[in-house]
């Protein structure tokens, strides 16, 4: 067995040679930057309003144009990657809480308590994921933390599934077998041994995730659903220029550039990640 | 007596209006009209939807119709006479009149249709509206005295509309519940089928009374919820005429080669509902202070992109009612201010409004919560579905809602339901003894010229109460392709499809 930092090492080398994921990580690093930033990045109040500068068109003074009620659409799609950030971290938060000791205990007991979970499992994933993320919010109310907590629920069979098929795998190895052998119980051995073994796919479906649950957020605050206004979305402002592409292309093209270019980050993130750590890949 | 005058004066105008080359109208032909959403019920006793009366008034013959300057004409009514004070109001059918199902059109019918809209058994929605009607009395097969518990000057106004509309007594016998969807009438065109969501189609009506009467052959209605998507629609040729267009097309339909716009005043008002029965808005001081925060010129400017009228009552610029001089409307932050001081809260407070989650009120709310900003009244904006808007409202669930009214011919349908003590959609819970008074005296006196003295008082004091903070009075505006002709555009904003025709050459 090699030691875990030469493991590092080749992982680190395989992403370094990939510049799909590469580009990825300096999309994400770019887009955590003005996130951090936004306050001070943002030239205007996303909210403040100037009712003389309706639609106006990009400018010097407002780079990328203003919206139907005068707001800076720069300062906005700036905030926004705020509530995106949000909308990755916190449904993918969800789905991992909930997801990831299913799939453990479904992996790693087998027998009824895997057929019970997984069937359970397979219920929540015969819904077409925008419809049951759509049913959540209409029952909780249209709020943003309703709207990421159904995106965060729809995302649990991926993670569950996933993580039992890793932990069967994972559980087969004599390591498991000599855990067991000195006593240790079932939760020191899914703490210790089998978690950590999960780890990489794990990480790999979260890039995909964030950027699913960005574009998800976008959708459900598109559909009204989501953020409320005036809190700036990507999705609120692609709803509210859709009506405007004829007279003001501008207020729908920066934050769907935005919404296109951040999931494109983390998609070619994951990619990369899954590159970096595939074992049949490893030269 | 005065309908007699009336009907002469008409025959008049209409004489004088027929160009003197007559463009010969073509017969035939298919109109699709594109709607902002599907008709509820074809039951005109039963709707609640101001769409549905967009399909009935071409399916149901009413006793009298309104015109373009609000006049009331003859329709089912050939003439009418207000006797005993406008208690007692007599009315001459026209002869020869027959339902889509062939049977005739009577006085026995107008009373057995009066009967059922007054049945609390079928729970009416026109019952409120014909509240006064005591008796309906056949005089002769086509004579017909009604006599109210009170004058009531908007009578006939109301017969204009659901309440006027004569359905089939021989059809609702036969379908009963099921006439909703198999619905009789006397009007230009008979029912043929709907398909939720999708179309309604309307065929002409051979023996309709009027010869000569309807040119179209057919009629079909679509309904396409968004306005960008029906306006494409229209200028695709994928439909003849459209209703309610976004006041940001307006300019680019204008332009557009092949199609005509009209604009008129409507009989809308958009506004706030603020619930007089929930803090903070039980405080008199604090309504006002909204009332005196928004700028309802930025309103008009920014969100309806300069067409129709500011609002500050519920009567539009359509209405003889419209008080003009009144000015204490304009937003002044430093009255705003000391109402915000005399009502507790100088540096303001917060609540939650409830909007219709569409663009333009997205965008009005928006509007508004940057205005109530500026004086520390935080305004946050729950958004929700028409229907759950609705509910809310019904409920009087909000501390505020946005909502408008597509109004009424007359004011008082603009004005009573809302602002009386006992008005039915007082969902605010308002309640002041001196609008009561004035809104009852408005609504029992004849001569216009002491009601519009009156109304001017009900404008005033609801200015001085803030039940609402009325915002916006739209434009009533249609678009329809080159090639249909003679439509003729009501305040109302209903199409009226018997005289229109297809030139497509």
Known sequence: MMDPASLRAIALRQFRRSWVGQVGAILVVLFLIVTVLAPLLAPYDPIATDFANVLSPPTRTHPLGTDDIGRDILSRVIHGSRVSLQAGLFTVAVALTVGLPLGLLAGFRGGRVDDLIMRGIEVILSFPTLVLALGITAVLGPKLIHALFAIGI???PHFARLIRAQVLTVKENDFIAAAEALGASDVRVMRLHVLPNCLAPILVQSSFSIAFAILTEAALSFLGLGTQ??????????????GYLEQAPWLGAFPGLAIFVTVLGFNLLGDGIRDALDPRLKT | MKGWVRLVALAVVVLAAVPATVVAQTRGGSIRIGMDADTTTMDPHRSTAAVDRQVYNNVYGKLVDIDARFGIVPQLAQSWEIKGGGLV???????????HDGTDFTAEI???????????????????EIAPVKDVKVVDPLTVEITLSAPFAPFLSVLTDRAGMMVSRAAVEKYKDDFARNPVGTGPFRFVEWVKDDH???KRFDGYWESGLPHLDEAVYRPIPDSSVRFTAMRTGQIDIMHQIHPKDVGTAKAERGVKVSEIASLWWQGLHLNNQVAPFTNKAIRQAVWYAVDRNVVQRVAYFGSGAPAW???????????RDFTDWKRDPVKAKAKLADGGMPNGFAFTVKGWNQPIQIQELQIVQAQLKELGVDMKIELLEFGALLADLNSHNFVALRIGWSGRPDPDGNAHVFLHSKGGLNRVRYSNSRMDELLDQARSEADQAKRKVLYAQVTRLAAEDAPYIWLHHDAEVKVWAEHVKGFEHISDGMMRFKGVWLDKR
């Open chain 1, 154 to 156: 729809v995302f649990v």
């Open chain 2, 110 to 128: 107008v009373k057995w249709n009066f009967d059922r809209m007054r049945d609390p058994a079928l729970a009416s929605a026109r019952r409120s």
């Open chain 2, 313 to 323: 009552g519920p009567f539009p610029p359509s209405m003889w009612a419209q008080d």
């Open chain 2, 200 to 202: 309604l189609t309307l």
């Open chain 2, 89 to 99: 109001y007599v009315f001459k059918l026209r002869r020869g009149v027959k339902f």
């Open chain 1, 229 to 242: 206004p005036p809190t700036p979305s990507w999705g609120i402002m692609l709803a509210m220029g859709r």
